[in-house]
């Protein structure tokens, strides 16, 4: 079982930027697919960003691309969000995810379905 802890979240303004954290219990073949998932008021769960531990590689949502950067240091277990240029559309709550993938299905889709662990979600509110 994994155990993913979000922080980081909280009110900007659009252009602005925000760095998210996720602490993982444990990095292991359980969690080599890392990801971020958000979901906004009224919308369904929207992948975002992930990230294969075992190299590092990424992908992004189109929606993205440019303004966030998912990386990790192996060391401290912690994948984080970079995200900048921030938008009204991007106000979310923000949610971390892990899944046993392996590499090409972890860089291939964002469905949130793919995960099997989750974080509590932390918000991130973009006010124009």
């Known amino acids: 079982q994994v155990q993913l802890v979000e922080s980081g979240g909280g009110a900007v303004q659009a252009g602005g930027s925000l760095r998210l954290s996720c602490a993982a219990s444990?990095?292991?073949?359980?969690?080599?697919?890392m990801g971020w998932v958000r979901q906004a008021p009224g919308k369904e769960r929207e992948g975002v960003a992930t990230i294969y531990i075992f190299g590092g590689r990424t992908n992004y949502a189109d929606s993205v691309k440019g303004r966030f950067t998912i990386s990790h240091d192996y060391a401290k277990s912690t994948v984080y969000l970079e995200v900048n240029s921030l938008k009204p559309e991007d106000t979310a709550m923000y949610y971390c995810?892990?899944?046993?993938?392996?590499?090409?299905?972890?860089?291939?889709?964002?469905?949130?379905?793919?995960?099997?662990?989750w974080g509590q979600g932390t918000q991130v509110t973009v006010s124009s």
């Open positions: 444990e990095y292991s073949g359980n969690s080599r697919c």
């Open positions: 995810a892990a899944a046993p993938l392996v590499l090409a299905a972890c860089l291939s889709g964002f469905s949130p379905q793919s995960f099997r662990y």
